[in-house]
């Protein structure tokens, strides 16, 4: 199970890129992006057979026939690890079961390189819940059932979906503080903080380039409000991970439900 770059073809390791040039067989998800991957590096003569969701199962014999003539096989994604919102876990399953071991060659993944970055501490855990669903009941269905989770939500978004799903989140999660990682290594890479509100207004009407990690912040504690005191310990807290005051009111009042303002005011007369 290889990882490999989700941009930057700098970002393959040495390990990876050792296990691609002595695999005998490259199950790709898409063939031109490994082809891409794989030119770049110089590898040449190399097995390719593409491997994705809607032909796992017919290619699984295949591999399988690979694996008992004793064959180096290696699976990438189009993108960054393998069984991570992309293909790899049913062929896992099936290789094990068949009595096979299974090596990760890990490295490059969108999810932990956009929370390295997000500059929130997430020591106490997240809910990744990979990409919305395509159909917008479901995707409403699922934000319900999840809006009082008391930890961050994190999201895979496609760009074409951005702003329905910046909406949907608005009106069922409330306006609460989002991160949004964009083109995660590439030339035009950028993160954005700001409540839900103002990253629909960001955005616009044209769907932007590449695809985006979200982090939406966790559901205000339940019953009557937090306590001001409370609020700016949070505040507090945050300013000594590295935010700006003003990133670090909106984040505690949005996730406490209190007014950015008054919380703003509160914290300047204390010196935070």
């Known amino acids: 199970m290889v990882a490999t770059p989700i941009g930057n073809l700098k970002d393959l390791t040495l390990r990876a890129l050792e296990v691609l040039k002595e695999a005998d067989l490259i199950l790709c998800e898409d063939t031109r992006t490994t082809r891409k991957l794989l030119s770049h590096y110089k590898i040449s003569g190399k097995k390719l057979l593409s491997f994705y969701k809607d032909n796992e199962k017919k290619r699984l014999p295949q591999v399988l026939k690979y694996l008992k003539e004793g064959a180096r096989v290696a699976l990438v994604s189009e993108a960054g690890t393998p069984g991570l919102s992309d293909p790899g876990a049913f062929l896992v399953t099936r290789v094990r079961e068949a009595g096979y071991p299974i090596i990760p060659v890990p490295g490059p993944s969108a999810l932990t390189t956009f929370l390295s ?156």
């Not at 910046?166 to 590439?186: F, M, Q, S």
């Open 117 to 272: 970055v997000s500059g929130w501490d997430l020591g106490r855990g997240f809910l990744f819940l990979g990409f919305p669903p395509a159909k917008k009941n479901e995707r409403l269905k699922l934000l319900k059932e999840i809006r009082d989770y008391p930890y961050p939500l994190i999201f895979f978004v496609p760009p074409h979906r951005l702003r329905s799903f910046l909406k949907e989140a608005l009106d069922l999660l409330g306006n609460r503080t989002v991160v949004i990682g964009r083109e995660l290594t590439k030339t035009f890479e950028e993160v954005l903080s700001f409540p839900l509100k103002e990253a629909l207004s960001h955005f616009g009407t044209c769907p932007p380039r590449g695809e985006l990690v979200l982090l939406i912040a966790e559901a205000p504690e339940t019953g009557s409000k937090a306590s001001l005191e409370e609020a700016l310990t949070k505040v507090e807290a945050w300013r000594a991970q590295g935010l700006s005051l003003k990133e670090a009111v909106k984040k505690v009042a949005s996730s406490l439900g209190l007014s950015s303002k008054e919380l703003y005011q509160q914290a300047l007369e204390k010196g935070l």
